[in-house]
T-cell receptor
Framework: GESVGLHLPTLSVQEGDNSIINCAYS??????FIWYKQESGKGPQFIID?????DKRQGQRVTVLLNKTVKHLSLQIAATQPGDSAVYFC??????????????FGSGTRLSIRP | GAVVSQHPSRVICKSGTSVKIECRSL??????MFWYRQFPKQSLMLMAT?????????EQGVEKDKFLINHASLTLSTLTVTSAHPEDSSFYIC?????????????FGEGSWLTVV
């Protein structure tokens, strides 16, 4: 089936710098995308979402960009802090099945903060 | 506070036995819940969609007779791993959708660590 991402890269960022985490998705029919943060041993935590009729959405210190032409999603974290260290997953709302829509996760990116 | 609760958070069971994990929506009714499995350093893989009052919908490659899902009420879904083997050891995470099939507010539980020895 279609998937979002395929491997788990690591991004190392200096504290205070901006972080950009990228994600490629393959289901062009997806209408809703979400970024999650997962700390070690915990469940995913919602960060920000965006619908397919938008190309940018901003939250507190985070911005999500959506490029439907190339099926690319990115998460920008401003002024990265030690507490931002985690694995970040992009996810898409898959409506292609006959049952209720479901959230499919990408492979994730580990964000590491250098002091 | 958490709106989706999982229990137990950690469980160890012997190979060949069955173990049940509960997922509860604490302050809303969830007609749809989802079960994921996550191996170390990997992403969350959707196992099945749990529908209140009807059979679960399993993803391709997931054995429905091994991973029994029961969504008996609007606030509770259970995942039973039957005849567990060490390779079933994993982090199991549930989520619940608030608002029915068309709703998009999904809350995740804190996960349940299963270790099969």
């Amino acid at each position: 089936g279609e998937s979002v991402g395929l491997h788990l890269p690591t991004l190392s960022v200096q504290e205070g710098d901006n972080s950009i985490i990228n994600c490629a998705y393959s289901n062009s029919a997806s209408d809703y995308f979400i970024w999650y943060k997962q700390e070690s041993g915990k469940g995913p935590q919602f960060i920000i979402d965006i619908r397919s009729n938008m190309d940018k959405r901003q939250g507190q210190r985070v911005t999500v960009l959506l490029n439907k032409t190339v099926k690319h999603l990115s998460l920008q974290i401003a002024a990265t802090q030690p507490g931002d260290s985690a694995v970040y997953f992009c996810a898409e709302n898959d409506q292609s099945g006959s049952s209720a829509s479901k959230i499919i996760f990408g492979s994730g990116t580990r964000l590491s903060i250098r002091p | 506070g958490a709106v989706v609760s999982q229990h137990p958070s950690r469980v160890i069971c012997k190979s060949g036995t069955s173990v049940k994990i509960e997922c509860r929506s604490l302050d809303f009714q969830a007609t749809t819940m989802f079960w994921y499995r996550q191996f170390p350093k990997q992403s969350l893989m959707l196992m099945a969609t749990s529908n209140e009052g009807s059979k679960a919908t399993y993803e391709q490659g997931v054995e429905k007779d091994k991973f029994l899902i029961n969504h008996a009420s609007l606030t509770l879904s259970t995942l039973t791993v039957t005849s567990a083997h060490p390779e079933d050891s994993s982090f199991y995470i549930c989520s619940a959708r608030r608002g029915g099939i068309s709703g998009n507010t999904i809350y995740f539980g804190e996960g349940s660590w299963l270790t099969v020895v």
